[in-house]
């Protein structure tokens, strides 16, 4: 008989709910280092019923390896970003901005040589999507492939950054990083008092953020301390929103409860802005990063000493229901100073299970030298952490938000594993680029639109994204960027594009609307966002688990999405929406409305072999429910070229 046969041969039911919980945790210990899974569930470690409590009290903390501070420091990420000398290249001819030579070099030392530059038409559909999210009208192609000025693509990129929308797209790449939602994962009955109807206003503000251009290190720090930052009811107070927003766990005066609550706090507010994984270290030291047990509980002892409230315009605490028809429409949820506490590390999780006290502080690996980093002494220590994370000293926000904005326009980010710049993350494939950018971006006072500006300005960017056998046979993956990426538009872009393009698109925010509300027309960035249950459409077409920080969506096909496409009520009336709009007058010929469909949904002429099918397709006899020209139509919708942008 093994010995844990034994032990669980015994009678005492404590024992076996002793033996399972130590099992659970040792195979649970090593938490996954994407963040934030817990590693022990609440109460697994704790004491079962009828067994001695002092027992589990007794057990010693696990011992962990001393961390050499210096040496730690010399890994990449730890490194303060230098700026580095322009290469030197080859083809001097190829660069347009100063991201082109690091990418040249790399190309060139693989034997590489860069793609061609896109067509025009290619350029500007491919820049109006991904700076606002929608497709440029046929007169906004015309005139820019008409436009002979050498300075054309400037002033059309300039015309895009100014453009609301462009705060719009930026918050669609925001709000899955700060886990934005309106509601909770649990609702008992028609219990709302958790629920948020007031969320809106976080992500209003951030979208205006993006649109006027707020540097980043301000955007970052505002969000954990604005009220510390800038006084009592300033206009920044719904940038709380960030931490107000976060999950309420049922019976939250338990400290099981609210150690979940902080867990989340942690892991959200480090993964977005410094890429690292500190909520690994809840249960013990990280296993691949310098981030031990003490740094984690530092941390959760500032969002300990914080709490969560609905604050009224008048600057006081709104009591009450959290109901939509009740609440003053201008109440924030957000979050103010409680009593200041240092928490005790709780010994593999377990609150119960009290170590040494961890003074509230910043994480140690990214304090200069070798010394501890100064303690927090200011109420809860949102301001000192604000002040830390965005101190360009840092060596990772800068970093972290470059490599965001970078995947976002490329489709690859420079470092994959985008919220994990530790051991376990992935490296690089432009450290000296990665390092360049995130020095001139911090250089040009944190500006998002100056960054945005130089990538999408770039010959990298302005490359065709034709494959090519040769150059596929050495690099595959495409890693030195030898072409564009074609990508697939994110369910955002494509549900606004055909609400544009059948010209019921609505240009207001606001309070959230359900996605299935029949007077929807907004863009999809002000739906509700629900916790409980995601809107259907956006779970299909991969919108993250609003539940955690998402780092990056997937990027799925399924039968499911063709068949939304094709079938679903918004589909279908956009398709007819779509045909009314393109068909003109009565006596367009079936090839001018081919014409004109291909114009507006991509910005070209059809070719003959298009038009020929089209045609042929166009004189069949009707079938039941939609015309012809509205099933054409809804083809166009539901094709490859209107999913994907080159």
Known sequence: MTQCSKFLSLSAPWKRGLLVGVVMAAMLAPCAEAGGSKAVPSGVAGSAAGGPPALLATVAPPSSAPIDWMKERQFWSFRPPVSAARPNVVNGQWPRQPLDYFVLASLEAKKLTPSAEASRR???????????GLPPTPEEVVAFVADTRADAYERLIDRLLAAPA??????????????????????????????????WRYREWVINAFNRDLPFDRFAALQ??????????????AALGFLGLGPKYYNRGRIDVMADEWEDRV????????????????????????????????????????RMLNRAPDGKPEDGKNDAAKMNPATLHIVEDGPAQNLNIFLRGNPERKGPVAERRFVRVLAPGDSEPPVFASGSGRKELANAIADRRNPLTARVWVNRVWGQFFGRPLVASTSNFGHSGEKPTHPALLDDLAVRFMDRGWSVKSLVREIVLSATYRQASVADAGKTALDAANENLWRMNRRRLSIEQWRDSVLFLSGELEGVGGKSLELDDARNRRRTVYARISRLKLNDLLMQFDYPDANVHSEKRSVTTTAMQKLFVLNSPFAVAQAKSVAARLHGSAGDSDETLVERAYRQLFGREPDREETGVAAAFLRQPTAAGLTRWEQYTQMLLASNEMMYVD
Not at 123 to 130: E, Q
Not at 279 to 301: E, I, N, S
Request: a negative charge; proline letters at 3%.
């Open 122 to 132: 290619t350029l500007i559909r491919r820049a109006t999507f991904d700076l606002t």
């Open 166 to 199: 462009f705060g719009e797209r930026l918050a669609s790449l925001w709000l899955p990083l700060a886990r934005y939602a309106e509601d909770q994962a649990h609702q008992v009955g028609s219990d709302t008092k958790l629920f948020y109807p007031n969320a």
């Open 224 to 237: 954990l301390a604005a009220d510390q930052i800038e006084g009592t009811n300033a206009a920044n107070h």
């Open 267 to 306: 892991d959200t507010v480090t993964r977005s802005f410094l890429g690292l994984t500190v909520a690994c270290a809840r249960c013990h030291d990280h296993k691949f990063d310098p981030v031990t047990m003490q740094d984690y509980y530092a941390l959760a002892g500032v969002f300990a000493s914080t």
